[in-house]
């Protein structure tokens, strides 16, 4: 555990079951934003992110883990091809203090969570979609 002492505002039990018909109507909203200059020049933008049970359980099952967080990344392409730029979504495991467990240097120096994960390798929506799902189309 990287401190005992709470970031304020953690909750370690954080999330609930919204409404089907909210959650259609949030993607909706997402979809319908307008084209970035990104997009424009051929970005796909991202709709959803799919992680396999298998790695959200070898997240989980990290000591100390109460659940995981999510990050936003952006993968460039280091040609200068903005257009090959892709957003990813990376899961870190938290502690019940809300601290990310993933390898860093404590206060003393010491070496923490040396072993700590940080999930990739999601398939992204498009191309693998739902195609029967009111939350992608």
Known sequence: ??????????????????????????????????????ELAGRKRTKAYYFGSAMLDTIKQQPGCVGIRFYMGLEQDLTGNKSKDEYQLLAVGVDVNGYDLVPRTGPTGELLNEDGIVGDGSLKCPNVCDPTSPMSN
């Open 1 to 38: 555990m990287l401190s005992e002492t709470p970031i304020p505002g953690f909750n370690p039990n954080a999330g609930a079951p919204i409404p089907s018909a909210e959650a259609e109507q949030w993607t909706a909203n997402y979809r319908n934003q307008p084209q970035t200059q990104e």
